[in-house]
């Protein structure tokens, strides 16, 4: 089962680098004032309106040797860096931002206002009122954009035909790798992968909704 | 019609004079043989099929899902090595050498496992000796469009395309290396009118009009071979 061990690598890999590159964000989104905040809202929230074979082409061209990024990263790699596991990590990153940051913003934004400024009024500065009271509170909006992120990512499938190669082992995700049976007529081997990742994503998608009802709380060990 | 993915622009001609002549549109759906195959097996509603594999259309036929008497071999693809003009090695002079090349780190070819152009990439490369050396280094496009994109796109630094997308106005200025047609498996290319058509005799009419000359002629324009035998009808 390469092909979903690697797919479960990058969900990983993207959730991770989602959660530290969306929470910056959503916290500025949650609590800057700025008027123009609605067009870098529009900006986040184009991934979810995009189709997925756009994004894929337009992370080619840009990954490619004529394309700003690509000409970067050959400079410093010497490489190129579509057909590579970490071509799909940037490209799944980009697909999957809106996943991570909107639940982020939407759990800041609960945070009860007068907690915020009672944890100024007491001294903290914004670093220590972040960890301390906006996160601990926000934890089901985190463990949402975590989960979403993760699920997204493990169901990719257009971005990753795009700009993948289909490399086994490199590139070739479950999804790709089911539609490869499915191509190739193996219906019965096309059949227990999607099983299987109907189960995962099943099971995933369940411990969202499961903390989002409170109906399994976590932290509640405290 | 469902047309393969190497007919793009041979094909954009073709239904683009024959509109011109009888006034009869024609909506062409490219893509790969396989894919297609597929598809009609599961009752996707086309008229024509201008396969890139002549085995589809037969695959079809043998199922009873094709017009009787209608399978017609219309072109032999041919493939070359394609490189942007831009490249470091220059695969005119060097032919298979050049995929050896430090310079060529990625190659793309289409995916063997369902392109008919993928899997004739394989046995050129296994037969020039090469395969294991430049596995690593191998893509693998969805079809040869795909393939070819990767390409021109300088993605990949060089690639085994069908003729017909290299003598194209997108991949003209590149540089291309004919690749000797005894080095693969023929690539017969088949077309049918499927049994379910709902427009059988202009399906009919167009296939007429590629078995004619003004279409054999645009065909070759495009870097296919005519086969010779004229009973293409009677063929199996």
Known sequence: MEALWLSTKLAASVMVILL??????????????????????????????????????????????????????????GHGLAFTFGGLILASVLY???????PLIVSFEGVDRRLLDAS??????????????????????????????????????????????????????????IYDHVQSLEYGEANRMALVLLVISFAVLSVVYAVNRRVWMPWAAK | MAAAADLKFAMGELSETFEKQTGMKVNVTYGA????????????????????????????????LTEPVTLYKYAIGRIVIWTPADAQVDVTKKGWNALLDASVEKIAIANPERAPYGRAAVAALQKAGIYESVKP?????????????????????????????????????????????????ALEQGAVILKDAKNKDAARAF????????GRATLSKYGFEIPDNLKQAEKR
């Open chain 1, 20 to 77: 530290a590159i969306g929470m910056p964000v959503a916290y500025w989104l949650a609590y800057s004032s700025w008027r123009g905040k609605f067009l870098v809202e529009s900006v986040v929230a184009l991934p979810l309106v995009l189709p997925p074979t756009v994004l894929g082409f337009y992370a080619l061209v840009a990954m490619g040797p004529r394309g700003p990024l690509g000409k970067l990263w050959i400079a410093l790699f």
């Open chain 1, 96 to 102: 999957s931002f809106p996943f991570a940051v909107q």
């Open chain 1, 120 to 177: 100024a009024v007491l001294g903290a500065g914004s670093v220590r009122t972040f960890l301390r009271v906006i996160l601990p509170l926000s934890l089901p909006g985190v463990i949402t954009a975590a989960v979403l992120s993760f699920a997204h990512t493990l169901g990719e499938f257009g971005v990753v035909l795009m700009v993948g190669g289909n490399l086994a082992g490199v590139t070739r995700t479950v999804s790709i790798d």
């Open chain 2, 33 to 64: 043989s396989g894919n297609f195959f597929s598809q009609l097996q599961n009752g996707a509603p086309f008229d024509l099929f201008f396969s890139a594999d002549i085995e589809y259309p037969r695959k079809l036929e043998a199922a009873g």
């Open chain 2, 137 to 185: 280094k191998l893509v693998y496009g969805e079809n040869i469009s795909q393939a070819a994109q990767f390409v021109q796109s300088g993605n990949a630094q060089a690639g085994i395309v069908a003729k017909s997308l290299a003598v194209s106005p997108a991949m003209r200025g590149g540089k291309r290396w004919e690749i000797p047609a005894e080095m693969h498996p």
């Open chain 2, 207 to 214: 296939l007429e009009f590629v078995k004619s000359d003004s």
